[in-house]
C-alpha cells in the first residue's frame, strides 16, 4: 500500500462543541459536511445523507415526521440547508401501495414531488426510497474506497461476512432504485441488530438513532475495513509489480504538454473539451503495473465512479524506457478512433427500444505509463473530479486485487446505469453552456487593469484562464481575486516576460498541462514611454520594439504552433493603441512599435485564416484606470506634454473624444471578448477603436 495503515485510518472530525445546540436538521447537515471533506469516506457529488425529523405540519398544525434527504446532484461535502430535500414519511410510506413491481420503478420517481414538505423545490434523488425505508432515524450511504474495494471482489459476500461478522449484511447489486429501497427495508426488518450493508460493487449504508451514532459507525466500520484490507494485502504487490518506471516529474509534464492538446483536438468534436493531468503517486503505481491493462478494461464497478470516466480508460501506447512519444503522437488518432468504435459497439450491444442516443464516445480517462493520467471533461472542475473519481477506481481495483479478484459491473448494468432514462432527463435539464464554456484563454499583462478585464469578462462566460505577467506580486494577487469570484479550477498564473523565448514557450506548455491547450490568445502585456526624439535612447527604443512588438511575435508564434495541433481553430486578439493609427507627440518608440503590431496582426491573420485562427486587434485609447501603464514617469510626461497635471489628465482625455466619455479597462475587455466570441466568427484582419472617438484613428 502507498500509505502507512495509520494515514490511512480515519479520525473522526465530530466537534461536540460544535454540534451543541444544533437541531436535527442542522446536525444532519453538520455530519454530512464533515463526512464529505475526506475523499476517503465518499468522493465529490457521491453518496447521500439523512435523517427523518419531527417537524410542525405547516396546513394543520400537527407534528409530522419529515425525511430530510441529500438532494439531486449534491455534494455532501459542500451541501447547504437548501440542499436537502423534505418529504412527508406517511406519504413515502403511502408510495408502496402504488409499486407496481421492478419493471415500472422509474415511475415512482414522479411521485416523489407529490410527497414533499412546505413545497420545497430541491428535487428529491432516485436514493430517496433507499433512505426513507431504512427504520432508523439517521442514515449515511458513502462511497469509501476501503468498503467498495470490498463490494467489487469476487467473492464480497463471504468477505464481507469474515470481515464484520453479523455486524454489517450484504445485498447482492441492484441498481439504485425503489426496489433496492425495500431490499433494505426488508433486510433492516430481518437484521435488527445490525449496524450497516454492503452494497454489492455499490458501496455503504449505516445507521444510527442520533446523528453522531451514524456518523461514529460510519467511520468505524470504513476503518474496520481498512485495516483488514492492510493487514491482508500486506507484501502483495500492488497489481502484480511494476513493469515500467516514472519519469521524472518535470519530463512527465513534457509529455503531457505534447499529448493533452493533441488528444484534445481529437476529443473537441462536439464542443471544447478542458484537460486535466494527474501523476500522483497512486497514478503512477497503477499506470507502471503489470496488471493496468487487463484491470482497466474491466472498468469501473461504483455507478458514480464510471459515470464521470466512462466505463472504462483509453491507454495510450507510450513506453518511458523508448520515450516514443512521436510514434505515440502519430498513432494517436487511430487509437481514439479505436476507442470510438469500441464504445458505439458497446451502444449497440447493450442499447433498448427506449435509449437515449449515442453520447460522446470519447474516452475520459486516458492512462499513460511512466508519466500520469489525463482527463478530459466538458469543464475543468469535471475533468479533475473525473479524475479524483478514477483514483477512486484505482483505489478500489488495489484492495480488490490484493485480497481478491477485482470484477467490473456486467456490461449490461453498466450501460442501464450510463444511459438510464432517469440520468438522461437530468442531462436535459442542464442549463445551455456559457459562450465560451470549454475555452481556454491565455492574457499577457494579465495582472494589469485591461488584462485583469479580460479575464473577467471571459471567466464570466465560461472560459478558463491563464494569467501571464511579469509582475509577482500584482499577477499574484489578480489571480487570488479572480479565483476567489470563479474558483481556483478555472483560473491559473505563469510568471512570464514575454521578450524571453523560453519563458513564453514554457507558459503555453504549463498552459497545455493545466488545461489541455490554448483557444485564445490576448497579446496585452505593454509598457509606455514618453521622450521628444531627440531624447530617446536607443536603450528607451529597443525596449518598446522587444516588449511591443517582438513580445507580441513570440507569443502569437507559440499560440499558432498550439492551435495548429489542436486543429480547432482559434482566436488571437491584439490590444495595440490608437497610437498604432495615430500619432502623438513625444512618443515615436512607443507609437512605432505599437503600429508594428497592428501591422503584425494583419500578417497573422493571412497566415491563419485556413487554419481558422481569427486575429483580430483591439484599439484602446487614455485607459488610465487600473491601467499599469500610466503609473510613475509616463503619466508625468503626458501630463507635461499636454500641459496639465496628473489630475487633470483623465479629464483632458475625455474632453478631447468626440463622445466625451473616459475610457475604461472593462470597455477594453468588451471588445477583447467579442473577437473572442463565436459572434465575430466572420471576422479577422479587423481593428476596433475603443477610444471614445477620435478622428485621427478613423480606419483607412
Not at 449505516?206 to 468505524?220: F, L, M, S, V
Not at 521524472?248 to 493533441?262: E, S, T, V
Not at 474491466?298 to 464510471?306: A, E, I, K, N, V
Not at 490484493?402 to 442549463?431: C, H
Request: hydrophobic fraction near 40%; include cysteine; aromatic fraction near 8%.
Amino acid at each position: 500500500m502507498l500509505k502507512s495503515l495509520e494515514t490511512q485510518l480515519l479520525d473522526s472530525r465530530w466537534n461536540a462543541k460544535e454540534a451543541e445546540g444544533m437541531s436535527e436538521s442542522e446536525l444532519l447537515l453538520y455530519r454530512s459536511n464533515i463526512l464529505g471533506s475526506d475523499k476517503r469516506v465518499t468522493n465529490y457529488g457521491g453518496g447521500n445523507t439523512s435523517a427523518k425529523v419531527m417537524e410542525i405540519d405547516p396546513l394543520s398544525g400537527d407534528e409530522v415526521e419529515v425525511l430530510w434527504v441529500k438532494g439531486s446532484g449534491g455534494d455532501i461535502g459542500s451541501i447547504k440547508m437548501d440542499g436537502f430535500a423534505t418529504l412527508y414519511m406517511d406519504k413515502l410510506h403511502a408510495l408502496k401501495s402504488l409499486y407496481r413491481g421492478v419493471e415500472f420503478e422509474d415511475e415512482m420517481v414522479g411521485y416523489l414531488p407529490h410527497c414533499t414538505f412546505k413545497l420545497n423545490p430541491r428535487a428529491a434523488s432516485i436514493d430517496t426510497p433507499l433512505h426513507a425505508y431504512v427504520p432508523r432515524k439517521h442514515v449515511d450511504h458513502v462511497h469509501a474506497d476501503a468498503i467498495i474495494a470490498i463490494a467489487a471482489s469476487k467473492n464480497s459476500k463471504d468477505l464481507t461476512k469474515e470481515i464484520f461478522g453479523e455486524r454489517v449484511g450484504w445485498l447482492p447489486w441492484k441498481k439504485p432504485g425503489y426496489e433496492l429501497g425495500l431490499w433494505l427495508e426488508k433486510f433492516c426488518l430481518e437484521n435488527p441488530e445490525a449496524d450497516g450493508v454492503v452494497l454489492e460493487s455499490h458501496g455503504l449504508f449505516t445507521w444510527g438513532d442520533t446523528a453522531k451514532e451514524c456518523y461514529d459507525q460510519t467511520i468505524d466500520v470504513i476503518n474496520v475495513a481498512t485495516k483488514w484490507l492492510a493487514e491482508r494485502s500486506e507484501g502483495v504487490a500492488a497489481f502484480g509489480g511494476a513493469i515500467h518506471k516514472s519519469l521524472p516529474a518535470g519530463d512527465r509534464r513534457a509529455i503531457a504538454a505534447h499529448l493533452m492538446p493533441a488528444i484534445r483536438g481529437y476529443v473537441s468534436g462536439n464542443q471544447h473539451m478542458v484537460g486535466h493531468f494527474n501523476d500522483s503517486d497512486a497514478v503512477l503505481e497503477f499506470v507502471n503495473s503489470k496488471e493496468m491493462k487487463p484491470l482497466a478494461a474491466l472498468g469501473t464497478s461504483c455507478p458514480d465512479h464510471f459515470l464521470r470516466t466512462k466505463i472504462c480508460p483509453l491507454v495510450i501506447e507510450f513506453d518511458p524506457a523508448k520515450g516514443n512519444i512521436d510514434a505515440v503522437l502519430e498513432g494517436l488518432a487511430g487509437q481514439i478512433e479505436a476507442y470510438r468504435e469500441d464504445y458505439a459497439a458497446y451502444y449497440e450491444r447493450c442499447k433498448k427500444d427506449d435509449s437515449p442516443a449515442l453520447r460522446d464516445p470519447n474516452a475520459v480517462v486516458y492512462l499513460v505509463p511512466g508519466v500520469g493520467m489525463i482527463t478530459f471533461a466538458k469543464d475543468k472542475a469535471t475533468a479533475r473530479i473525473s479524475g479524483e473519481f478514477y483514483v477512486n477506481a484505482i483505489n478500489v481495483m488495489r484492495g480488490a486485487s490484493a485480497v481478491s479478484e477485482y470484477q467490473g459491473l456486467p456490461e449490461q448494468e453498466a450501460f442501464d446505469i450510463e444511459y438510464w432514462l432517469l440520468e438522461e432527463a437530468k442531462l436535459q435539464r442542464m442549463p445551455k453552456p456559457k459562450s465560451l464554456a470549454g475555452r481556454v484563454a491565455l492574457v499577457t499583462g494579465g495582472a494589469g487593469g485591461i488584462g485583469a478585464a479580460t479575464a473577467e469578462r471571459y471567466l464570466h462566460e465560461g472560459a478558463c484562464v491563464i494569467l501571464a505577467d511579469i509582475n509577482e506580486e500584482a499577477l499574484t494577487s489578480t489571480k487570488e481575486n479572480l479565483s476567489g469570484n470563479f474558483g481556483t479550477d478555472v483560473v491559473s498564473s505563469v510568471i512570464m516576460d514575454v521578450t524571453n523565448e523560453d519563458a513564453v514557450a514554457a507558459a503555453f506548455a504549463d498552459a497545455s498541462v493545466e488545461f489541455g491547450g490554448v483557444d485564445i490568445l490576448v497579446s496585452n502585456a505593454g509598457i509606455a514611454s514618453s521622450a521628444p526624439i531627440e531624447e530617446t535612447s536607443l536603450a528607451l527604443w529597443n525596449k518598446n520594439m522587444d516588449i511591443l512588438s517582438t513580445g507580441y511575435f513570440l507569443v502569437s508564434r507559440e499560440a499558432f504552433k498550439l492551435v495548429r495541433v489542436q486543429d480547432m481553430g482559434g482566436a488571437v486578439v491584439f490590444v495595440a493603441s490608437k497610437n498604432g493609427l495615430a500619432a502623438s507627440p513625444n512618443a515615436a518608440a512607443y507609437c512605432t512599435a505599437k503600429a508594428a503590431e497592428i501591422h503584425l496582426a494583419r500578417c497573422l491573420a493571412l497566415e491563419g485564416a485556413e487554419a481558422g485562427i481569427r486575429v483580430n486587434v483591439v484599439n484602446p485609447d487614455a485607459v488610465l484606470r487600473g491601467s499599469k501603464i500610466w503609473e510613475g514617469d509616463w503619466l508625468q510626461q503626458r501630463a507635461g506634454t499636454y500641459g496639465t497635471d496628473k489630475d487633470g489628465l483623465e479629464e483632458m482625455y475625455r474632453q478631447r473624444s468626440m463622445l466625451k466619455r473616459s475610457v475604461l479597462p472593462e470597455d477594453i475587455a468588451e471588445a477583447c471578448y467579442f473577437f473572442a466570441a463565436d459572434t465575430s466568427a466572420k471576422s479577422t484582419g479587423n481593428i476596433i477603436n475603443v477610444d471614445a472617438g477620435n478622428v485621427q484613428a478613423f480606419t483607412r
